[in-house]
C-alpha cells in the first residue's frame, strides 16, 4: 500500500539479518517462514537493505512476530530487550550519534536536569524512525519523570511501539546513567511513552 506506516532502513536491516540466522541455523524453516510471510516480504528479504531506505511497517512487524515466536520463545518482553541491544549496536555503529553528543553535553555541562540539556534528543530517535508522526516530550523533574507522545502513526503495532520504548529506556538510561523504565499506551494513531527513573 502506497500510503502505509513506513521504518527506516536500520531497523528493518537488524531485524531481516537476525531472521536470515534462524534461517539458516535452522531454527526456522523455510516452509515455517513462507507460510508466515507475504510474497512481497519475501523479496524483501531476499534485497540487500539499504540503511536510508523505507520499508513498510506491516513487514518489519511480521518479521518481528518471527523473533518473538523463533527466538524470543513468546516471551512478551523480548522485544523490548531486543531493542536494548539493538539501540546499542545501532549506537556503537554510528547511526546514533545524537546520543553521543548528548551525552556529552550531560556529562561536561553544570547546572540545568540531564532533561533541560538533552531530553530532546528522546523525541530524535523515533521521530528519525518512520516516514510520518509528530512526538511531543514533556518532563516531570520533582517525579523523576517525563512523557513521549506520538501522534499521526496509522498502522503503528503493539510489536513495533515495544520496539520504540526499549529504545527509548537504553536511550534514557544513557544519558541519565541509571536505569529508566518506560511503560507504553497505544491507541489507534496515538501512542505514549512514560519514563520513570531512580
Same mark, same amino acid.
Request: net charge negative; proline share 6%.
Given at each position: 500500500?502506497?500510503?502505509?506506516? @513506513?521504518?527506516?532502513?536500520? /531497523?528493518?536491516?537488524?531485524? %531481516?539479518?537476525?531472521?536470515?540466522?534462524?534461517?539458516?541455523?535452522?531454527?526456522?524453516?523455510?516452509?515455517?517462514?513462507?507460510?508466515?510471510?507475504? +510474497?512481497?516480504?519475501?523479496?524483501?528479504?531476499?534485497? #540487500? +537493505? %539499504?540503511?536510508?531506505?523505507?520499508? +513498510?511497517?506491516?513487514?518489519?512487524?511480521?518479521?518481528?512476530?518471527?523473533?518473538?515466536?523463533?527466538?524470543?520463545? =513468546?516471551?512478551?518482553?523480548?522485544?523490548?530487550?531486543?531493542?536494548? @541491544?539493538? /539501540?546499542?549496536?545501532?549506537?556503537?555503529?554510528?547511526?546514533?550519534?545524537?546520543?553521543?553528543?548528548?551525552?556529552?553535553?550531560?556529562?561536561?555541562?553544570?547546572?540545568?536536569?540531564?532533561?533541560?540539556?538533552? =531530553?530532546?534528543?528522546?523525541? #530524535?530517535?523515533?521521530?528519525?524512525?518512520?516516514?510520518?508522526? /509528530?512526538?511531543?516530550?514533556?518532563?516531570?523533574?520533582? @517525579?523523576?519523570?517525563?512523557?513521549?507522545?506520538?501522534?499521526?502513526?496509522?498502522?503503528? #503495532?503493539?510489536?513495533?511501539?515495544?520496539?520504540?520504548?526499549?529504545?527509548?529506556?537504553?536511550?534514557?538510561?544513557?544519558?541519565?546513567?541509571? +536505569?529508566?523504565?518506560?511503560?507504553? %499506551?497505544?491507541?489507534?494513531?496515538?501512542?505514549?511513552?512514560?519514563?520513570?527513573?531512580?
Amino acid at each position: 500500500m502506497p500510503n502505509e506506516l @513506513k521504518i527506516r532502513g536500520p /531497523s528493518f536491516q537488524i531485524a %531481516r539479518r537476525d531472521v536470515l540466522v534462524l534461517v539458516e541455523s535452522g531454527r526456522l524453516t523455510r516452509a515455517a517462514l513462507e507460510a508466515r510471510l507475504d +510474497p512481497d516480504d519475501l523479496e524483501l528479504l531476499e534485497e #540487500t +537493505p %539499504r540503511p536510508n531506505a523505507w520499508y +513498510p511497517l506491516a513487514t518489519y512487524d511480521r518479521l518481528l512476530a518471527l523473533l518473538v515466536e523463533f527466538e524470543g520463545q =513468546g516471551d512478551p518482553t523480548y522485544l523490548v530487550r531486543r531493542a536494548h @541491544k539493538g /539501540s546499542e549496536e545501532l549506537m556503537r555503529g554510528g547511526v546514533m550519534r545524537q546520543l553521543e553528543s548528548a551525552d556529552t553535553v550531560v556529562r561536561t555541562q553544570e547546572g540545568g536536569s540531564w532533561f533541560e540539556q538533552a =531530553g530532546h534528543v528522546l523525541a #530524535t530517535i523515533p521521530a528519525a524512525l518512520f516516514d510520518r508522526g /509528530s512526538w511531543r516530550l514533556s518532563a516531570d523533574e520533582p @517525579k523523576r519523570s517525563f512523557t513521549l507522545e506520538g501522534t499521526g502513526l496509522v498502522g503503528l #503495532t503493539p510489536n513495533v511501539a515495544q520496539i520504540i520504548q526499549g529504545g527509548i529506556e537504553y536511550v534514557a538510561s544513557e544519558l541519565i546513567h541509571a +536505569p529508566v523504565e518506560v511503560t507504553l %499506551r497505544l491507541r489507534g494513531d496515538r501512542v505514549t511513552f512514560v519514563g520513570r527513573h531512580s
